[in-house]
């Protein structure tokens, strides 16, 4: 229940700041971020650091993320992810 639990509150974390990013325009930037321990998946830790535009969906395993946890992707890259994203413009880091 705890894993459930987890993997829920990292989607809608993760959700609701590519939502509000995305309603800002192309202009917002977002960097995938592992927690750079030695539970990160292989396939997340390839992605720690890629920057693409909000609204971009990231590759994972052949799988299109929207952001860390995306609850419309397969279980696999999902389930148990503790990655986040950050977000920033050219002007300034959020």
Do not use: I, K, Q
């Not at 321990?37 to 396939?43: I, P, Q, Y």
């Not at 590759?59 to 920033?88: E, I, K, M, Q, W």
Request: net charge positive; aromatic share 6%; glycine share 8%.
């Amino acid at each position: 229940m705890a894993l459930l639990a987890e993997t829920c509150a990292v989607a809608t974390v993760n959700g609701a700041a590519d939502a509000a990013a995305e309603s800002v325009g192309p202009a917002v930037l977002r960097t995938w971020v592992t927690r750079g321990d030695t539970r990160v998946r292989a396939a997340h830790r390839e992605l720690n650091g890629t920057t693409l535009p909000a609204g971009t969906p990231y590759t994972v395993n052949g799988s299109a993320l929207r952001f860390p946890g995306d609850p419309f992707a397969p279980a696999d890259p999902t389930v148990n992810c503790r990655c986040r994203l950050r977000y920033f413009t050219n002007e300034v880091v959020h």
